[in-house]
DNA sequence: AAATTTTTATTTGTCTGACATTTAAAAGTC
DNA sequence: GACTTTTAAATGTCAGACAAATAAAAATTT
């Protein structure tokens, strides 16, 4: 591990570097322990405080973690699935607020994506998954269920749609991209008619995916799709011409 | 922007964090400044060496980037599908190293992704994303070609797929998938003969993409998959009992 | 007056040294 | 042997200083 101290960046953006290079390597290993700051401050010749910035840098990530303590110190992390997803979302809610990315494109990617794991999702779906997602149908239909808590349930629904499939990779990847999209959603209104549309369609895929018939899972989604775009549709043009 | 002077946690953790919720909820729009980090200081009632800490923090996650001189300061990144696509390459490699991941789960993902957007592809593709895709194709028949190059062309090809659908954020979510299985597929050894079925392969999709045929696009993704799979099973029989 | 150079102020980057806090192990006590 | 106290090591935080970069302001020259 050794910096060059003739580049222009930042000192603790290249012993972050160089660290984070160690551990894709796999030179540092999962829960193995780094050298003290101090230890590492005169491994790098620079202070505490610049590693200090190095390691901060290197936490953001989920790279390390850190103990404080006789016996504490910076350690590896298995970066979990779980860590690495709630990063994603935060990631993914970002590009899609900054960059003006149209909700179509978003509503497109997040269907398509779904669809990949309908199928799978059909063939290895376990009662539990059902079940779950029969519960978030029964309350979606309740009344007084404010816009908020109804795509909070939507998202839970597809959560388990998308863990049906039995890869977590596929979970990591596409409950990200569902979830990033809720702050779209929550800004349609939900009209008492629209749920039950919804609803409606949503039952359809529960009971696709009970008789495991993955066809009929794809054209309920594919519905759902397009009837989502109607809604944005709708609630944007509302938007220029107000009644 | 307020901490809580309670919690256990850091305080540049929960600084950044503070920072973090008002770029997300918008109370910091993009490319505007934050205060100056004595400023921060001030505000949050801590020393500068622990802002900085917590500025560090946002800016290994591409949240903020930092300026020296006297117009200088932080400012709030807009946060870019590449700089975005990167990091995540990093964290799904780095999963994939760690957590165990079996070949035939992360390969599962990947083509279940791939085959999202192949319709999409079919329908969008541009003649120069079609140029491309040939291009890496006449590279991997190529004589001589590493197996590292090999695959590196290999990513790129589907990247020239993946891009075909023309959805950034399909790009960006795909693509990661992608690229993150790169370090897996470098481990597989690929004989002159596998070489020829693949480029076979990648030549059906071409012509299928050619042709804005999207079931064939999509039995030619499924036979590279198996043809895949059963690759690496290979591989990993031959290194269980070594002939 | 215009162009160039110098100065100056501001801001981040880095260093030094100190103290607080947490934690586990070692030492001491009953 | 079980419990308590001490100690040492590590991270967390602070204060103050200087270095380096940078742009604006001021001064100088043409």
Do not use: W
Request: proline letters at 3%; glycine letters at 4%.
């Amino acid at each position: 591990m050794k910096i060059d101290p003739q580049s222009s960046a930042d000192l603790s953006a290249q012993i972050a570097q160089a660290i984070r290079d160690a551990i894709i390597s796999g030179q540092l290993i999962v829960d193995e322990r780094l050298p003290s700051e101090s230890e590492l401050a005169e491994q790098f010749n620079v202070s505490r405080p610049t590693v200090r910035e190095a390691l901060k840098r290197l936490a953001a990530q989920s790279l390390i973690r850190t103990q404080r303590g006789a016996t504490g110190g910076a350690f590896v992390n298995r970066l979990s699935f779980e860590g690495a997803y709630s990063q994603q979302v935060t990631t993914s809610t970002l590009l899609l607020s900054m960059n003006a990315v149209s909700f179509d494109t978003a509503c497109e990617a997040r269907y398509a994506l779904e669809r990949a794991c309908a199928s799978l999702s059909a063939q290895r779906r376990t009662a539990d998954q059902l079940a779950t997602m029969r519960a978030e149908i029964f309350r979606q239909a309740q009344p007084g269920l404010t816009d908020e808590a109804f795509c909070a349930s939507d998202v839970a629904f597809h959560r388990a749609l998308v863990d049906g499939a039995g890869n977590p990779v596929l979970s990591y990847q596409l409950a990200s991209a569902v979830e990033a999209m809720q702050p779209l959603m929550n800004m349609i209104t939900f009209t008492a008619r629209s749920r039950e549309e919804i609803i409606a369609l949503h039952a359809n895929i529960a009971n696709a995916l009970e008789a495991r018939d993955a066809e009929k899972v794809d054209a309920a989604l594919v519905q759902l799709e397009s009837y989502t775009r109607q809604l944005a549709q709708d609630v944007a043009q509302k938007k220029r011409k107000p009644a």
